[in-house]
């Protein structure tokens, strides 16, 4: 049995098999080829190389890259238009994932703030008279005293603010995103973000439970 190669099919042919070969059939060895399959299986990727024969290469680091022979390459073209794509996909995740946390939120937006405001009054008059509704629901089911309920809204709304306020800050941090050069670098800064969010998305899906 001999293994051939050829660049332009990029596939291998056994001579028992194939009876024609291509014009650019190159012979290797059955253990080189043994080898290439071993690469392959472990995550790279078989590739002409510049002599016709075939080489184990990492995997193309994006639809955009082009195979010289050696190595994985970007024209100025190319490399413009992965950066281009590089910001649009790491402003969507930003904004997907900040929009996703804001969900939380605004499903019962309206009662948060409706009992946040009864707390506030109710405080300003010393914590007495009869607690107002939003409060009462949150006490009675909880079992807390009419002062302690309150003063656990009011910490919960204030800390529900100051979450709001990072996302927000962090949302636009996708901005950064436009001044770097190459798609790596965005891609480096965008996972950067999305890893600053989470702990705030997990947050606020306590919230929404």
Known sequence: MTIFYSKTNQAFYDNQIHTALPED???ITAAYHATLLAGQAQGKTIMPGKDGKPVLASLAPSHLHQW???EW????AAASQLLAESIDNGTKAINDLVGEAYRHVTRFGPEYQLREQQ???Y???GYKGELPTQVAAFAQPTGKGNKEATDIVLAQAAKLRATLEQLGILRMKKLELKNLK????VDKRAAEIVAAIQPH???LEKVGK
């Open 25 to 27: 059939a190159v012979e």
């Open 201 to 203: 998305l997990q947050e």
């Open 68 to 70: 010289n022979g050696k």
């Open 119 to 121: 707390a506030i009054e």
């Open 182 to 185: 190459t798609a790596a670098e």
């Open 123 to 125: 405080k300003a008059g």
């Open 73 to 76: 390459v970007l024209d100025k």
